[in-house]
C-alpha cells in the first residue's frame, strides 16, 4: 500500500472550505466593479451615484471642524453611545419634520450611512430563507445585503407611480402560497435608486394599509427625499405609520458621503435590538464624524445648502434629458425623474445592456447595466444612467458616446440578422418603470 501522503491540490483560496455558508451571496456588485475603469479621466462616467460636493462650502466645513477639534476634540476622538451623539438625534429629528415625520430622538439609532441601517435591520429581522419583497429594479446595495444574510427576494412591479399595489398584493400572496415568512417590504419611495420615479401621494396609504393588513413591516429608506427639482418634499410613509414603518436617512447626499453618518428611525422595541446589533458591529458609529456634522448643520444654514444642490441636480438632469431627446436612437426610452440622481433607460428591442458595457467602455462611456438591481438575473435590457456628478458638457458628451455605441449595436444586428427578444426584466409583462414621462 501506498503510504505517500496525498499532494495538496493548489487552489486559488486556501480557506475556501472553511466559510459560513452566506458568504456565498457576498458577491462584487456590478458597481464596484466599474470604479476602476469609470474613474478614468478619458472615461465619462454616468455609472455611479456619487454626489457632487463641489458646492459644498469648504469654508464653513473647515471653520466648523476647527471649532470641533479645538473646542471639542478629546470627546471627538474618543469612544461614544452605541445609539448615537444625542446633539445629532436631536437635529436629525429637525431634518425629518421636513417630510411630516414627529419623532423623539431616542427612538433614533445613528449608524454607518444608511447601508449599514440596512444591514442591522436585515440582522435582526432575517433568518436564511425569509423573503424581503422589494420593488423591481431595486437598490444594488440592498440587494447584495439581503444576499449575504441568504434571504429570498422577490420583485413587485413598478410603473410611472412608483410601486404597484396590485403587485405588491400578488408578490405577498405568491409568497405565502409557496409557504414562506415575509419579514418586510424594502422601498425607496422618492426619486427611486435606479429606477427615478417617485411612489405617488396616492398610493402611499393604499401600500401601508397593504402591509398593516398583511401584518408586514416597512423599510422606507429615503436617502434623496430633500432632493426634489421643483416641489416640496413629500409627506415620508414613516409620518402616517409610526409603528410600522422602520425609516433610514443619511446625510451623503445632503451634506457628504465622506462622513458616512447615516440614521435608522425605528419602534422602540425595534430601536434597542438596533443599538444592540450597532454594538455588536462597530461598538459605537465614529464619534468624530457624528460632532462634525452637528457642528456643520449648527453653524450652516443647511437647507439653503440643499435647496443649492437642488438646483445644481436639476441643470445636471435637465442636460441629460436634452441630450437623451437629441441622440438616442428613436427606439429608446427613458424617464424624466422630478428629483435624485438617476434616469432609467430602455434599450431597443434585442440590445443587451451588459453584454454592450465592454463596448462602450471601449467608447469611453460608463453606465450600470439593469441586471445590478435584480435579484433573479433580469434586467438585460435596461440600465441606470446618473447626472449627479459630471457636468452638464460632460454628461451630453457621454450621451453622445453611449448613442454611438447603441447605435452600432444596432447596425451590427441588422447585418447578421441577429434579432431575439428582448428578456422580461421584472414580473411577467413587465420591462421596467414606465418611460412613457416625456
Not at 472553511?18 to 462584487?28: L, P, S
Not at 450611512?113 to 446595495?141: H, K, M, N
Amino acid at each position: 500500500m501506498d503510504s505517500t501522503p496525498a499532494k495538496p491540490q493548489h487552489r486559488l483560496d486556501p480557506y475556501v472550505d472553511r466559510y459560513a455558508a452566506r458568504t456565498a451571496g457576498m458577491t462584487a456588485s456590478e458597481i464596484r466593479a466599474l470604479f476602476a475603469v469609470a474613474s478614468r479621466p478619458e472615461v465619462v462616467s454616468l455609472a455611479g451615484g456619487m454626489p457632487n460636493i463641489s458646492g459644498l462650502p469648504l469654508d464653513v466645513v473647515s471653520r466648523a471642524i476647527g471649532e470641533l477639534v479645538l473646542h471639542h476634540g478629546p470627546e471627538a476622538m474618543q469612544y461614544g453611545s452605541g445609539q448615537g451623539v444625542p446633539e445629532l438625534r436631536e437635529q436629525i429629528t429637525a431634518v425629518m419634520r421636513l417630510e411630516g415625520i414627529v419623532a423623539h430622538p431616542d427612538d433614533v439609532v445613528v449608524t454607518v450611512g444608511s447601508q449599514q441601517a440596512v444591514d442591522l435591520v436585515t440582522r435582526i429581522f432575517c433568518d436564511p430563507g425569509d423573503v424581503v419583497i422589494c420593488e423591481a429594479p431595486s437598490y444594488v446595495g440592498a440587494l447584495g445585503v439581503f444576499k449575504a444574510y441568504q434571504c429570498d427576494v422577490v420583485h413587485a412591479e413598478m410603473d410611472a407611480a412608483g410601486l404597484v399595489p396590485e403587485a405588491l398584493r400578488q408578490a405577498i400572496a405568491t409568497t405565502r402560497a409557496a409557504g414562506k415568512k415575509i419579514k418586510f417590504l424594502y422601498t425607496i419611495p422618492n426619486f427611486h435608486n435606479p429606477a427615478g420615479v417617485t411612489l405617488s401621494a396616492e398610493r402611499r396609504p393604499e401600500i401601508l394599509e397593504i402591509c398593516r393588513r398583511e401584518d408586514i413591516l416597512v423599510l422606507e429608506d429615503n436617502p434623496y427625499g430633500l432632493l426634489g427639482f421643483d416641489r416640496d418634499p413629500m409627506r415620508a410613509l414613516r409620518a402616517d405609520a409610526a409603528e410600522g414603518v422602520i425609516y433610514l436617512g443619511s446625510f451623503s447626499k445632503t451634506f457628504a458621503p465622506g462622513f458616512r453618518v447615516g440614521w435608522a428611525l425605528a419602534p422602540h422595541t425595534v430601536r434597542e435590538k438596533l443599538v444592540l446589533a450597532q454594538e455588536s458591529a462597530t461598538l459605537c458609529p465614529p464619534q468624530f464624524s457624528q460632532m462634525a456634522v452637528a457642528a456643520y448643520l449648527s453653524a450652516h444654514d443647511w437647507q439653503g445648502q440643499i435647496k443649492q444642490f437642488r438646483e445644481m441636480y436639476r441643470e445636471r438632469r435637465d442636460a441629460m434629458v436634452d441630450a437623451l431627446q437629441d441622440l438616442m436612437p428613436a427606439a429608446c426610452r427613458w424617464n424624466v425623474p422630478d428629483g435624485g440622481f438617476y434616469v432609467w433607460l430602455t434599450l431597443p428591442p434585442g440590445v443587451d445592456a451588459k453584454a454592450m458595457l465592454p463596448r462602450a467602455v471601449t467608447a469611453r462611456v460608463a453606465y450600470v447595466p439593469g441586471t445590478a438591481f435584480f435579484a433573479d438575473g433580469f434586467g438585460s435590457s435596461a440600465m441606470r444612467l446618473s447626472f449627479c456628478y459630471p457636468t452638464p458638457e460632460r454628461i451630453r458628451e457621454g450621451v453622445r458616446r453611449l448613442a454611438g455605441v447603441i447605435e452600432a449595436e444596432l447596425e451590427l444586428r441588422a447585418t447578421f440578422d441577429t434579432y431575439a427578444p428582448p428578456r422580461l426584466i421584472g414580473l411577467q409583462g413587465y420591462d421596467g418603470p414606465s418611460t412613457d414621462l416625456t
